[in-house]
C-alpha cells in the first residue's frame, strides 16, 4: 500500500480487460487518441473491465491464462453512448447485460484468492477528464460511436493502483499479460 493524497490511501489491484478485436480495436484507439488531444485528456487503450482486485502478479497471470484457455472470444452489445462524472466514465459505449461477460467475471471472482467488491457494468470509456456537464452532453450528443456488437477476442492482465482520480495512476498501469481467448 501506497499512502495518497489526504487521507486517502492509495492501493495495488490487477485488473481484467477484455479488448476489441482488430480493426475495432485501431478504430477505437484512434477515437481514444483524438479525444485525448483534443480535450488535453490521457490516452489509454480501448477495453472492458471484467474484474478487479487484490492479488498478485502470480495469481493474476494464472487467472489470465485460466480464462484466456476457457473462454472463446465473444461479442458485446452497445447499447448508448453516456457520460458521468466518474473521472473514469467520462464518457463511454455501455453495453447491455452479457452472459459471456458475466461468465468470465464469475470465473475471475472464484479464481482470485481474496475478495473483491468490484461490480460487473460492461462499458468501454472513450476520455478521462473531468468535464462539465454541459461539455458531456455535447460529446455525447455529437461524437459518432458505432452502435450494436463489438468482438472481443483478447483478455490482458493491467496491475492498477486505485483510486483512479487523475491521470497518475493511469501513468502507472502495468501489462502483467496479454493472451488470446481460446479459439483464436
Not at 2 to 26: D, H, M, N, Q, V
Request: net charge neutral; charged share 25%; aromatic share 10%.
Amino acid at each position: 500500500m501506497i499512502e495518497g493524497k489526504g487521507s486517502e490511501i492509495a492501493y495495488t489491484e490487477f485488473t481484467l480487460w477484455a479488448t476489441p478485436r482488430e480493426p475495432l480495436r485501431s478504430k477505437l484507439r484512434a477515437l481514444i487518441t483524438h479525444l485525448a488531444t483534443s480535450l488535453d485528456a490521457i490516452e489509454f487503450e480501448p477495453h472492458v473491465t471484467i474484474f478487479c482486485g487484490p492479488s498478485s502478479e502470480a495469481e493474476a497471470r494464472a487467472v489470465a491464462g485460466s480464462i484466456a484457455a476457457q473462454f472463446p472470444p465473444f461479442e458485446l452489445v452497445a447499447d448508448r453512448l453516456d457520460c458521468t462524472p466518474q473521472y473514469t466514465k467520462t464518457l463511454f459505449v455501455q453495453f447491455r447485460e452479457s452472459a459471456a461477460a458475466r461468465q468470465i467475471f464469475r470465473a475471475a471472482a472464484r479464481a482470485y484468492a481474496r475478495p473483491s467488491n468490484y461490480v460487473l457494468n460492461p462499458h468501454l470509456s472513450l476520455v478521462y477528464k473531468k468535464l462539465t456537464e454541459t461539455k458531456q452532453g455535447e460529446l455525447r450528443d455529437t461524437l459518432d460511436v458505432p452502435m450494436g456488437a463489438y468482438p472481443f477476442d483478447r483478455i490482458r492482465m493491467i496491475e492498477t493502483e486505485l483510486p483512479i482520480e487523475d491521470p497518475g495512476p493511469i501513468r502507472r498501469w502495468r501489462t502483467v499479460c496479454d493472451v488470446p481467448l481460446a479459439g483464436t
